[in-house]
């Protein structure tokens, strides 16, 4: 479904005067013989928040891994920030300022909070401070001499999106950041979005918990069996309400 262009905005801007900072085009993705991505087209501008929603298996984690060239065996094009990506390296594609947070989140758990905040490379300039990290994120400002084994899953959440913030990466692609987490940790971490987007930072997050994605996204694509099926903006909810009906519901 293509974006219509003359009807919406993002972030106050007209979306013809806004700049692509991601744009994918017919991109196929195989795990070995499996065929997951079926010709995926997609756009994202810069300052924008879009969500990938889907049930289990839909390709929504495989799209976030093809961007960061975690998938081995990908064709079509994936386009960051004006440079051509399909063939990069993952760390060629992370120093064009793109942080991965997966589902399992990956921190180190001997080490602890301030230890995991200071180990990551920086990828691109202006990554927050430390201090920065701990105002934005008060819980881990409590916690900072704590492991990560005895943090909570909402602190590791929060340690797992501070430490690509410490990086200087401003695209973060975000794979089911409030997976089994308590209704408030879900809210402030929605805080963080909102933050993060009037910062200009463009943000593809993938979720189950639509409660939580509806009110944050400029768009939601909807992805089924590796395609994108529809693209819905933020001033359609309502009106396509029987889209999410079909393709979320159990």
Do not use: W
Not at 61 to 82: E, F, P, Y
Not at 154 to 170: K, P, V
Not at 185 to 198: A, C, F, H, M
Not at 218 to 246: N, P, Q
Request: aromatic residues 6%.
């Amino acid at each position: 479904m293509s974006y219509a262009t003359e009807n919406h905005d993002i972030g106050g801007r007209h979306v013809s005067e806004a700049i692509e900072e991601i744009r994918i085009q017919d991109l196929h993705a195989f795990y070995g013989e499996s065929h997951a991505l079926h010709g995926i087209d997609m756009t994202v501008y810069q300052g924008e928040l879009v969500t990938l929603l889907g049930r289990n298996g839909s390709g929504r984690t495989t799209t976030l891994r093809s961007i960061v060239g975690l998938i081995g065996h990908r064709t079509g094009s994936i386009v960051l920030k004006g440079e051509e990506v399909i063939r990069a390296a993952p760390h060629k594609i992370a120093h064009l300022g793109v942080g991965y947070c997966p589902e399992e989140r990956g921190i180190f758990s001997s080490l602890n909070v301030e230890e995991n905040l200071m180990l990551p490379p920086s990828v691109a300039p202006g990554g927050m401070s430390v201090e920065e990290l701990y105002e934005m994120f008060p819980n881990l400002a409590e916690r900072r001499k704590s492991q990560g084994t005895r943090l909570s899953g909402g602190e590791q959440q929060m340690l797992a999106m501070a430490r690509i913030l410490r990086t200087g990466a401003n695209v973060l692609l975000l794979d089911e950041i409030t997976e089994g987490l308590a209704p408030v940790i879900n809210d402030k971490l929605g805080e963080v979005l909102i933050e993060l987007k009037t910062r200009g930072y463009t943000i593809i997050l993938v979720e189950q918990n639509f409660r939580f994605a509806a009110p944050l996204a400029d768009r939601h694509f909807i992805m089924d069996h590796g395609h994108i099926v529809a693209t819905i903006h933020k001033d359609e909810l309502e009106e396509k309400s029987h889209v999410f009906d079909e393709y979320l519901s159990v």
